[in-house]
């Protein structure tokens, strides 16, 4: 008796210290139908990265990576625009495809594309089930346009022929009962990526960098991007779907902005490199930049550069579009003003960059004045290789603009917000979020693909993990969140 006694208080201790293993609940929150979900947006939430969109791309896209956690709540299939296995490689894409001196020998990826027509671009159109709306390139301004369906190839590409639709249209056609909506970067991008450069643009309107004719690579003005987003959102809700908007990030913080400064300044001894010049020598200089050398004619002298005795900064081109008499020009500053991406190949030629006198003076070969007296001539850097601080003053001011209407349209419609712009900053400073490790170091940080732009897999499936965190707490819902780490998702893809 003594001895089933015992085994009773055993069997009793054991079972009070059992860990309770019941699942954590998951559920869809309140009033969420998520039946059908669809994402609303441009290149990001199609899953567009290193430089193109194609098969291995949109399946790491961030909506797919939601989608398949709101399907552990009940939520419906989630049906994206791949392209036919033979020409799975899409419109193409930046690869790398060797190494040469410790550095990636980054190449176009040729083979298996779904290019229709090359000029102008027309990609194999896609008529099955769709959920995923992003649309490559897409402004908010142009949700409103119905001719943009024909002159953007990645929305043709998912429309009956010669459709002309607006996107407004074409997103409450899709009668979606919850959404994502991220959308608004590129109003700023354009600008950025060009380096605010207004040559070839039509400032006709007397309004540059903001457009009111919303020429490209222009930023949209505000009031402008206003009317769209509430347009969009309207037509989002048209039927009581819930969703939630993700704000704009901060796009002078991306790598095709910031690498080259950081890779120039890593690479030269003492840091990013000075011009050093004697008194007579930086006389000389800013003589020879404020020389007009022809009087009443074709040439236009630049700016005084400033150049002093001591160490000074190469010069860059800030040209002001209506200032004819003069072309603006002053010594960089590399913490605020920044090498494009773009650049590279420029920067790094022997003859034409850096090492032959870009940003200084270039030798005259007689082509750009008839017989100047002079043996060299001015040679700044180009408008469309920087950034410069004016610019990403005009870059934030407007991204601002862009998110407080943003913020103020969701919160109208009871609606979760994603402070992408917040969460951005914090993966750069604190190098990852919620133990994921990455950073917007390029291809090595593991968050920016092989543009400098657009996410990485492992990028895309962090930013899902944000927009479940902010439908969690705005819904009250428990859809689970991603184990990033657990899924060794991949970030730029070596051969």
């Known amino acids: 008796m003594k001895k089933l006694y015992l085994l009773v208080i055993v069997a009793f201790l054991f079972n009070a210290c059992k860990p309770n293993l019941d699942p954590i609940p998951v559920t869809a929150g309140k009033n969420l139908d998520l039946s059908?979900?669809?994402?609303?947006?441009?290149?990001?939430?199609?899953?567009?990265?290193?430089?193109?969109?194609?098969?291995?791309?949109?399946?790491?896209?961030?909506?797919?990576?939601?989608?398949?956690?709101?399907q552990l709540v009940g939520g419906g299939e989630f049906y994206q625009p791949y392209f036919s296995e033979d020409?799975?490689?899409?419109?193409?894409?930046?690869?790398?495809?060797?190494?040469?001196?410790?550095?990636?020998?980054?190449?176009?990826?040729?083979?298996?594309?779904?290019?229709?027509?090359?000029?102008?671009?027309?990609?194999e159109r896609y008529t099955g089930p769709n959920n995923n709306l992003g649309i490559p390139g897409l402004r908010m301004i142009e949700v409103l346009s119905a001719p943009y369906a024909q002159l953007n190839p990645f929305f043709e590409r998912l429309l009956p022929p010669l459709t002309t639709k607006r996107y407004v249209d074409f997103v409450k056609e899709t009668n979606g009962t919850f959404f994502t909506l991220w959308l608004g970067n590129n109003d700023v991008l354009g600008y950025a990526i060009s380096g605010g450069d207004p040559t070839g643009i039509d400032i006709s309107d007397n309004s540059y960098p903001y457009s009111t004719i919303f020429a490209p690579n222009t930023i949209t003005l505000p009031l402008a991007f206003n009317a769209a987003a509430d347009s969009l959102i309207n037509a989002a809700t048209a039927n009581g779907a819930k969703g939630a908007v993700a704000l704009i990030p901060d796009v002078a913080t991306i790598p095709f902005v910031r690498f080259l400064n950081q890779q120039i300044a890593n690479t030269t001894?003492?840091?990013?490199?000075?011009?050093?010049?004697?008194?007579?020598?930086?006389?000389?200089?800013?003589?020879l930049y404020t020389t007009d050398f022809d009087g009443p004619g074709p040439y236009v002298p630049y700016s005084n550069p400033n150049f002093v005795a001591g160490?000074?900064?190469?010069?860059?081109?800030?040209?002001?579009?209506?200032?004819?008499?003069?072309?603006?020009?002053r010594q960089m500053n590399p913490q605020t003003d920044y090498l494009l991406l773009s650049a590279q190949s420029l920067l790094a030629d022997p003859v034409n960059g850096l090492a032959g006198?870009?940003?200084?003076?270039?030798?005259?070969?007689?082509?750009?004045i008839p017989n100047p007296p002079v043996t060299q001539l001015p040679n700044p850097i180009p408008d469309w290789a920087v950034l410069d601080a004016t610019e990403v003053s005009q870059i934030r001011f407007a991204t601002n603009a862009y998110n407080n209407k943003l913020r103020s349209a969701a919160d109208i419609k009871g609606l979760?917000?994603?402070?992408?712009?917040?969460?951005?900053n914090q993966?750069?400073?604190?190098?990852?979020?919620?133990?994921?490790?990455?950073?917007?170091?390029?291809?090595?940080?593991?968050?920016?693909?092989?543009?400098?732009?657009?996410?990485t897999p492992k990028?895309?499936?962090?930013?899902?993990?944000?927009?479940?965190?902010?439908?969690?707490?705005?819904?009250?819902?428990?859809?689970?969140?991603?184990?990033?780490n657990s899924l060794n998702l991949p970030t730029v893809f070596f051969p």
């Open 357 to 368: 006198g870009l940003g200084v003076v270039k030798p005259n070969d007689g082509s750009t």
């Open 416 to 424: 979760a917000v994603v402070d992408a712009n917040t969460i951005f």
């Open 459 to 484: 990028g895309y499936a962090v930013v899902a993990n944000q927009f479940i965190k902010a439908i969690n707490a705005k819904y009250e819902a428990k859809i689970p969140l991603i184990d990033v």
């Open 87 to 123: 020409k799975k490689n899409g419109s193409g894409f930046l690869k790398i495809t060797g190494w040469n001196a410790n550095a990636p020998i980054i190449q176009n990826e040729t083979n298996q594309l779904a290019v229709v027509s090359p000029t102008p671009l027309r990609l």
């Open 311 to 329: 160490d000074n900064y190469f010069v860059i081109s800030i040209d002001n579009p209506y200032t004819t008499n003069v072309r603006e020009v």
């Open 36 to 70: 059908k979900y669809v994402a609303i947006g441009n290149s990001l939430t199609a899953g567009y990265a290193d430089g193109g969109l194609y098969n291995k791309a949109i399946m790491y896209s961030y909506p797919n990576f939601i989608a398949k956690q709101l």
């Open 427 to 455: 993966i750069i400073q604190n190098n990852g979020i919620d133990g994921v490790q990455l950073n917007s170091a390029f291809i090595t940080g593991g968050l920016f693909s092989l543009d400098g732009i657009h996410l």
């Open 269 to 287: 001894p003492g840091g990013f490199p000075k011009i050093t010049l004697t008194a007579p020598q930086a006389a000389a200089l800013n003589t």
